[in-house]
């Protein structure tokens, strides 16, 4: 079972993943990173961005993979998520832009850059730690419901509910890309720790789904129940549909100090 640990609010949260990544990077300086975009990491990668300068880590070996790409996005579209990952992630954490690769939307060579991107993980040695949100559909990534499990980086059709959400970005609902290119949940589940973040009430149902539902493609964040080693940090709201949550508090409250997340 995932470990479920309920926090009061994103950057109780931001430091328990800054405190695990950054006792990774100190194991391993060329970790891979699996990145997430959307709202839901940025507290961790602020709260991550102040324990590297804080701490003055070294991370200039660190890699990056991000979880997927809108397809057919103008290159240097200050919403396709190279720009975002750049923005959010790469710069105030002082990455090197080279190790941070994000799946390429362009059409021209969309045919194969779902197999050059499983190639590239393949290649760096798989993702150490991956980041994920979770969206109200229940996708992770973009697996929107029906995604096989077993899946690999391919394109995807967005569903509407995903278009509006992310419309919030656009100027117009109709601007929000029809496709995007988005690592598979068989890819996700490759990497060797996930942590899944999720806030407020709108994720709630979705939570349930994916940590106490019936394991299926309909709930792609449901596939998690199929990792050895999940962490899925929520706040109160977040978890308000769970129903075993007098046990994730006790087995949190109750977790040896060393065994980190
Ligand atoms: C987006 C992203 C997902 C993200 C999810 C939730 O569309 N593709 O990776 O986890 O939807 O987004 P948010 O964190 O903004 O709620």
Redesign the pocket.
């Known amino acids: 079972m995932a470990e479920i640990v309920i926090v009061e609010n994103e950057d109780a949260a931001g430091a328990i993943v800054a405190d695990a990544i950054v006792t990774l990077i100190r194991s391993k300086p060329d970790v891979v990173l699996g990145l997430?975009?959307?709202?839901?990491?940025l507290a961790s990668y602020r709260a991550l961005a102040r324990r590297i300068a804080d701490d003055e880590i070294d991370v200039r070996g660190v890699r990056g993979f991000a979880?997927?790409e809108y397809v057919g996005l103008p290159a240097g579209h200050p919403e396709s998520?190279r720009a975002v990952i750049t923005r959010e992630v790469v710069e105030p954490l002082g990455l090197t832009p080279e190790l941070v690769r994000v799946p390429n939307g362009d059409p021209a060579s969309i045919e194969h850059a779902g197999g050059d991107y499983e190639a590239a993980i393949t290649a760096a040695g798989g993702v150490d730690l991956q980041i994920?949100?979770?969206?109200?559909t229940g996708?992770?990534?973009?697996n929107e419901p029906g995604s096989s499990l077993a899946s690999l980086t391919r394109v995807k059709t967005l569903t509407e509910p995903?278009r509006l959400?992310?419309a919030r970005f656009f100027d117009s609902p109709a601007d929000v890309p029809m496709h995007?290119i988005?690592q598979g949940i068989g890819t996700i589940l490759r990497a060797r720790h996930l942590v899944l973040l999720a806030f407020g009430a709108a994720?709630a149902h979705a939570v349930a789904a994916a940590v106490e539902g019936a394991v299926s493609a309909s709930q792609p964040g449901s596939a998690i129940q199929l990792h050895p080693h999940t962490t899925v940090i929520v706040d109160e709201a977040a978890a308000s549909e769970l129903t075993n949550l007098d046990y994730y508090r006790h087995a949190w409250a109750n977790k040896p100090a060393w065994q980190g997340i």
Do not use: E, M
Not at 36 to 41: E, H, N, V
Not at 139 to 142: C, D, E, N, P, V
């Open positions: 997430a975009t959307g709202s839901t990491p979880l997927d998520y994920l949100g979770i969206g109200r996708h992770i990534g973009f995903t959400d992310n995007c988005t994720k």
